[in-house]
């Protein structure tokens, strides 16, 4: 596909259960961002890569999130003994930087629902 | 909270009438955009400004910026049912590719 695609769409988990998301970024775009967004707010910064290495990862908001991007191209993103309070839609974007002027491509989200 | 502030943070008006909304933030800035969303789906990008830069058009979509103010304005004219939606600026700041998204502006266009 052209687009951003992320996996799952949909994700009901009980708290305290571990969660993978899945973001697979348009083809050749080098750098890779995820985002969380609850309802009524715009999206909350996490972590973005640049090729395989996380340039920036200040958002993630505790250790129990990881997010690995192996080979500069999937990423996951890595949730531990989930909380009620993770429940959110979680976004991923890439990006072909020239400069500093990237434009941000999203997927539709994963919509994350801890119980 | 690392989100800049948007308003109003609703927006309701008649089509075929003008939507203004504003985006102010704190830091010095690299470059700032505009990105819509529709209701439970993803963010599509709509424009760039750089801070060097005081105005850009884009079809309907008129973007200002003032950096002695810390502020971005967002003009959409002759407005349609079809613009309904959440409209964020998101911003960088220099040295850094991380993108800081405001609150957001909820727009209603009625017909």
């Known amino acids: 596909g052209a687009g951003v695609s992320q996996t799952p769409s949909n994700k009901v988990t009980e708290k305290g259960k571990y969660v993978e998301l899945r973001c697979d970024p348009i083809?050749?775009?080098?750098?890779l961002y995820w985002y969380r967004q609850s309802l009524g707010q715009g999206p909350e910064f996490l972590i973005y890569?640049?090729?395989?290495?996380?340039?920036?990862d200040s958002g993630l908001p505790n250790d129990r999130f990881f997010a690995v991007r192996p080979e500069g191209s999937v990423s996951t993103l890595k949730i531990q003994r989930t909380e009620r309070g993770d429940s959110a839609v979680y976004l991923c974007?890439?990006?072909?930087?020239?400069?500093?002027?990237?434009?941000?491509?999203f997927g539709e989200g994963s919509r994350l629902t801890v119980l | 909270s690392q989100q800049g502030e948007e308003d109003p943070q609703a927006l309701s008006i008649q089509e075929g009438e003008n939507a203004t909304m504003n985006c102010s933030y704190k830091?010095?800035?690299?470059?700032l955009q505009w990105y819509r969303q529709n209701s439970g789906r993803g963010l599509v990008h709509l424009i760039l400004?750089?801070?060097?830069?005081r105005e850009k058009h884009s079809g309907r979509l008129r973007v200002t910026l003032d950096t002695s103010k810390k502020s971005s304005s967002l003009l959409i004219t002759a407005s349609r049912a079809a613009d309904t939606a959440s409209y964020f600026c998101?911003?960088?700041?220099?040295?850094?590719?991380?993108?800081?998204f405001g609150t957001g502006t909820r727009l209603k266009v009625l017909a």
């Open positions: 974007a890439s990006s072909l930087f020239k400069g500093n002027t990237g434009e941000l491509f």
């Open positions: 083809s050749g775009h080098t750098a």
């Open positions: 890569f640049q090729g395989t290495g996380a340039a920036d």
């Open positions: 830091t010095s800035i690299n470059n």
């Open positions: 400004i750089r801070s060097n830069e």
């Open positions: 998101a911003r960088t700041t220099s040295g850094t590719y991380k993108y800081i």
